[in-house]
């Protein structure tokens, strides 16, 4: 059944059923319809859902919009379509406007991209200019005429020739034809350049060793040297500069060595050094005396030899006299090399003196600090306490690369207290874990590696260099370190003056302290010889020297140790006795700087944890990767 209202005519509502005439239709358009039309482009930029609701609600009111009996909107057609054209068109309108605000304008990105990369090319122009004008400002303007031997070229352009010589920067009138930077010879006459003499003639390789006039080159044999005092020119940095031969690292650079006349006549460091490996002189049982290597000691041992190739040996000593070398280099099938009855990891190298063969271990750093922790901290001690020494440990190999104590022999270091104990001992477990959750870390303050120096016992308080008659570093200072868990912690030690005669002084008669510091430690210490006295100020000389005479030392846990070439410690007092009998009470055990090994411990069981203690006996330091500050090596 229709259920429509009848037709009416004129202005019909919306809600009649029916579409409106078309008079109405026209009145409708002009009233309303065009009014929220103007309405709906005024909103038809803007994505607003509500804005385009309320417009709805007007078209309602004013009877546009009417609602069947099912409850949906219906229309007239015009306005329906109108609607319809509008709702799609807003749709599609709001629909392209979502893709241009997600879609990324490819251009705008280009040409930011082009203006970053002249922005970054501009000012690499402008830092190699300003770099340029420094360098020209701190040159120096030759004055003499003369020829600057063995000088490196830095630049010459813009009609000045850059140059270093002798440790100093001189600028020249005058360029090359070429684009040289080098080593050569350099004639000035008239603050102008008058002839070049270019040195081309180079080899390459690492450095084993250097001294009485020779440089041992790896793969090249030993090279004469045309001054004991090399031009070292270091081309890793920002810009080349001029350093010792000294600062080169033995055994872990490979170098370009600048030959005049079949001489080395400078060397150039193109490359960062190798800090992956230690080189390490071994001594016998830690005396003075370097090892000698006695017929068939060394056992299991293969030659890598240039001119011999790869031999198994049994006796080192007959090898190098039947090949008639000098130096040979060996290895192990197991990787470790045995040599008077003690194994070693890494591979050696043999080297024939007058006072027989000398060894030199060459093993990587954390194999090292493997061997090196059980020997100088016992193993039983907490983790956090082997944690800190295996990072002092680490830290003092690392400072050590640059010693040229045993140049000559290729060694940076030896095995003996005077660098770190390196036994050649079993490692352990608990020493093993210790290093390699330490892994690469060392000391370091103001961003530059320090040398650590650690010791086994404190009296009650750790010491400065002042003991050592020496200037104190920032990192150092005095802290308390009550390490009574040590048997060293106290100690009573027998002098008899008759025990030994001294072949320069003769019979010391009497002992007397001169000077102590706060803590106790003896800074000076006089031991008079009839009408002779000797005055010794350094607490490792004391040690020795009062170690001539020692018979025994009592421990503080009432155990004796006899035969010790040392006293504990330089921390003591001393007391008289009868027929050259004298009693030094003392405390400690070592020379008390830096970093106390019971006291570590006795801190990591209270819940310090390795870098705490660290940070406890070195003021200002960080623990960090040794790769941040290699650059410092």
């Excluded at 319809?33 to 909103?43: E, H």
């Excluded at 095995?415 to 330490?438: P, R």
Aim: hydrophobic content about 35%; aromatic content about 10%; proline content about 3%.
């Amino acid at each position: 059944m229709d259920v429509r209202p009848s037709l009416c005519s004129g202005r019909q509502k919306a809600d009649c059923g029916y579409p409106p005439s078309k008079s109405a239709r026209s009145l409708n358009y002009r009233t309303g319809i065009l009014g929220s039309y103007k309405r709906i482009i005024m909103y038809k930029r803007t994505p607003d859902v509500q804005k385009l609701y309320e417009i709805q609600k007007i078209l309602k009111h004013k009877g546009f919009l009417g609602t069947d009996d099912k409850g949906s909107c219906f229309c007239s057609s015009h306005f329906l379509s109108s609607n319809h054209y509008l709702g799609v068109k807003e749709n599609r309108n709001l629909a392209n406007r979502r893709r241009r605000r997600q879609k990324p304008n490819h251009m705008v990105w280009i040409m930011l991209a082009i203006t970053m990369v002249c922005v970054v090319i501009v000012f690499a122009i402008v830092m190699v200019q300003k770099e340029k004008g420094t360098i020209v400002k701190q040159a120096r303007a030759v004055t003499k005429d003369m020829v600057y031997e063995n000088a490196y070229i830095m630049s010459n352009d813009d009609g000045r020739l850059i140059f270093i010589c002798d440790g100093d920067l001189y600028r020249a009138k005058g360029t090359m034809e070429e684009n040289f930077t080098g080593v050569c010879d350099i004639e000035i006459s008239g603050s102008k350049v008058k002839k070049i003499q270019i040195k081309p003639d180079d080899i390459s390789g690492v450095m084993l060793s250097y001294g009485d006039g020779t440089m041992q080159i790896a793969g090249q044999g030993d090279i004469p040297m045309q001054s004991d005092k090399l031009p070292v020119y270091d081309e890793t940095g920002t810009s080349p500069k001029e350093i010792a031969v000294s600062d080169l690292i033995i055994g872990s650079e490979t170098l370009s060595y600048i030959l005049d006349s079949g001489r080395i006549c400078a060397i150039v460091r193109r490359q960062v050094p190798d800090l992956t490996y230690i080189r390490v002189l071994i001594k016998n049982d830690g005396k003075d005396a370097f090892p000698t290597i006695a017929a068939a000691a060394a056992a299991n041992l293969y030659v890598d030899d240039a001119d011999c190739g790869s031999n198994a040996i049994d006796d080192v000593s007959a090898y190098m006299a039947n090949a008639q070398k000098s130096r040979i280099k060996v290895s192990s099938a197991d990787n470790y090399v045995s040599i008077n009855g003690k194994s070693y990891p890494g591979s050696f190298e043999f080297i024939g003196t007058e006072e027989g063969i000398v060894a030199v271990n060459t093993v990587d750093v954390e194999t090292y600090v493997r061997y090196v922790l059980p020997s100088e901290m016992p193993s039983t001690f907490d983790a956090e306490a082997l944690k800190a020494q295996a990072v002092c440990a680490r830290t003092f190999v690392y400072s050590q690369m640059k010693n040229t104590q045993y140049a000559l022999y290729g060694a940076n270091i030896d095995n003996t207290t005077a660098f770190q104990v390196y036994n050649a001992s079993e490692t352990k477990q608990s020493t093993d874990e210790a290093v390699k959750a330490t892994a690469g870390q060392v000391v370091s303050c103001g961003g530059s590696l320090i040398t650590c120096y650690y010791f086994s016992t404190s009296a009650g308080k750790t010491e400065d260099m002042e003991v050592w008659s020496s200037s104190t570093p920032d990192f150092i200072h005095k802290v308390e370190s009550v390490d009574d868990n040590s048997p060293y912690y106290r100690w009573t030690s027998e002098l008899d003056l008759s025990a030994y005669n001294d072949p320069q002084y003769g019979t010391a008669t009497g002992i007397s302290v001169d000077k102590t510091s706060d803590a106790g430690y003896v800074l000076s210490l006089t031991i008079n010889y009839g009408n002779k006295s000797q005055t010794i100020t350094a607490e490792n000389d004391i040690r020795k020297a009062l170690g001539h005479y020692q018979k025994k030392v009592t421990l503080n846990d009432g155990s004796v140790r006899e035969n010790m070439s040392m006293i504990p410690s330089a921390c003591f007092s001393v007391s008289a006795g009868a027929n050259g009998h004298y009693t030094l009470s003392g405390g400690g055990f070592g020379h008390g700087i830096g970093f106390s090994q019971y006291g570590a411990d006795k801190l990591a069981k209270a819940g310090s944890s390795y870098k705490d203690i660290i940070g406890y006996y070195y003021k200002d330091v960080t623990v960090v990767d040794i790769s941040s500050v290699c650059s410092e090596q």
